[in-house]
């Protein structure tokens, strides 16, 4: 016999909205997953005062639900400053959230020892919130491969759901973001679902910059770049200029960065612009410097200028 479910046409849903944390070293995926889970809906806004600007990566809205995902820099060992800076502002992510997702690349987890996992089991320690596991890449390993990854996280802390998805191919992503929504606190919206402001147009842009810099050169220029716009014009009648300054340690980076004739600056700046207007929505005009800082992982007013650190 059918089951009679009540029909609630006009009962209103409440709507839920709130704070989840991703933690996930580099290139475990998440920006992909971003990509994935906000696509065109991307919305842009400040950030809230307390936050830093390098804290909140994209936000979903729809009729139910408001879900704002917060950057974590990329988890690293604690030898230089900028990577305990980066360390701290995950934990203060994590703080700040309601739910955390802790994201693994699947390849990378089956290839490697426990080891080389006792940072992220460290990370785990701290974790005070509700966490689910992203098990992420699951297009490039074989199924059975995935249950000693989920036995040996899962040992280290008792994470609500396991979900084993592909960024990439959307594979599990649209259930993972069902149940982050359903999870979240009752609350009204944070931010309006359509406001872009400029603080958080720059911090974008300057995102970009950097993730086309790692895109090209892995392992050459890793964890030494950093980009700050230093002008943001909107032009009338003519197109916005950009003008961003992008740091490396040492000059033999700035000469890899450039290039030969500035041919490897050009093409950043072409991949980069590209992106840029589609975010934007208008055509820009995108000016790279590139300078070299001695040593400005160390430097602590440099990191909070760059907004590693509070
Ligand atoms: P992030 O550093 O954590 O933001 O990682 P990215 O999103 O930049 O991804 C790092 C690399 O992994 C990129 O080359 C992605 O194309 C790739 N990647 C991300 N998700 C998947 C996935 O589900 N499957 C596969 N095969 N590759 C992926
Ligand atoms: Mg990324």
């Not at 580099?26 to 400040?46: A, E, F, H, R, Y």
């Not at 703080?95 to 955390?100: E, S």
């Not at 700050?228 to 490396?248: C, L, N, R």
Request: charged share 30%; no cysteine.
């Amino acid at each position: 016999m059918d089951e009679i479910t009540p029909q609630s046409t006009n009962s209103v849903k409440e709507f839920r909205a709130g704070f989840v944390a991703i933690i996930g070293e580099p290139n475990v995926g998440k920006s992909t997953l971003m990509n994935s889970l906000i696509g065109q809906k991307i919305s842009i806004v400040t950030p809230k005062p307390q936050t830093t600007r390098h804290k909140v990566l994209g936000i979903f809205t729809n009729e139910e639900s408001q879900v704002i995902f917060l950057d974590t820099p990329g988890l690293l060992k604690p030898k230089y400053r900028l990577q305990e800076a980066m360390m701290n502002s995950a934990r203060a992510a994590m703080n700040d959230a309601d739910l955390v997702l802790v994201m693994i690349d699947a390849v990378r987890a089956k290839n490697s020892s426990a080891k080389e996992h006792e940072l992220e089991f460290q990370l785990l320690q701290s974790i005070t919130k509700s966490a689910y596991l992203l098990i992420n890449k699951i297009d490039a390993v074989e199924k059975q491969d995935l249950l000693p990854v989920i036995a040996e996280f899962s040992a280290h802390y008792p994470f609500k759901e396991v979900f084993p998805i592909s960024a990439l191919n959307n594979q599990g992503t649209s259930e993972l973001l069902a149940t982050i929504a359903k999870e979240l606190p009752v609350h009204p919206p944070f931010y309006p679902s359509d406001s872009i402001s400029e603080q958080s147009e720059r911090f974008f842009v300057s995102e970009i910059i950097r993730e086309k810099i790692f895109e090209k050169y892995r392992e050459e220029i890793p964890y030494s770049t950093t980009v700050d716009i230093v002008q943001f014009k909107e032009e009338k009648g003519s197109k916005d200029e950009i003008h961003a300054e992008i740091y490396v340690e040492r000059d033999s980076q700035k000469g890899i960065l450039i290039g030969k004739k500035g041919l490897a600056l050009k093409e950043i700046g072409q991949l980069a612009r590209k992106d840029i207007e589609q975010l934007l929505g208008r055509p820009v005009f995108l000016k790279l410097f590139v300078k070299v800082r001695k040593n400005w992982r160390e430097d602590d007013n440099w990191l909070k200028r760059l907004g590693y650190s509070e």
